[in-house]
Every structure is written in structure tokens, then in C-alpha cells.
């Protein structure tokens, strides 16, 4: 895998409806493009406003692919984004989540936005983070 990671302090009034708008508009943007397999928002816990976007890029040609729609994600970010603080192009090594962590009901959890219908296995919590499987097809 291959990670994309923007960190950034979001606009005053656009904070909150951004960690719960964000997943949803890239998911919505590239579920239809090759490679993409999921997205992370994860906020500060001593500061609000202070947000990291983790797209998650797999395949034979994820690093290429992260690079090239490094400006798409950017543009989807825009709305709710004060000031860029960084940019990195990761690899990413991950556990397999699902196989090894209890699923838990976010149902009753209306903070947190549904993964995508395309999610193939329900939601891992971890914290406040919430790890979301795309099927492959």
C-alpha cells in the first residue's frame, strides 16, 4: 500500500462537518478510480482543527497512481482546509485489521459517517478511528 498523508488546520467554522463530510466526498470521488482502497481522517485530540487525511493507495502502480491524483484529493480538501501544514507520500505496511480486531456496531454511533456501501466487512473502531475495507470489484 501506499499512503498519501495531508495534514492541515481547517477552516474555523468548517472543523467539525469536515471530519464527518470528508470520508464521504473521497469516497464518492474516486470509487470509481483504479487503485484508490480507502481514506482515514483522523483529528487532534487536543485541537479541533487540526486534521490528517490518509488516502490509501494499493495495487502495482500505487505510487504512481497516489501521485497522480494527489491534486484531485487536494481540490476535494479545499473547502475545509485553513492552512496546509504537510504533504508525504508514505508506504504503508498494514495489519490485516479485520482478521485481528473485533468488529464493533457503529450503528448506534452517530458520530461517524457509514463506510461506503462497497465496504465488503463492517467497520473496525479503533478509538476514534475507523477503518474501513473496500471490496476489490
Known sequence: MTAL?????A???EAHRARLAIPSALA??????????????????QEARLLTVVT???????QKLCNENLRWVRAVLATYLDRCLRVQ???????????????RDVGDDSS???????AKKPPVLLG???MCERSAG
Open 28 to 45: 464518492g470521488a474516486f470509487k470509481e478510480v483504479t487503485g484508490f482502497a480507502g481514506c482515514l481522517v483522523m483529528v487532534s485530540d
Open 89 to 103: 507520500i508514505l508506504n504503508a505496511h498494514l495489519p490485516p485489521f479485520a482478521a485481528g480486531l473485533p468488529a
Open 128 to 130: 476514534h478511528l475507523t
Open 5 to 9: 498523508s495531508i495534514e492541515f488546520v
Open 56 to 62: 490509501l493507495w494499493s495495487g502495482d502502480e500505487r
Open 112 to 118: 461517524i459517517e457509514d463506510c461506503p456501501p462497497r
Open 11 to 13: 477552516k474555523p467554522h
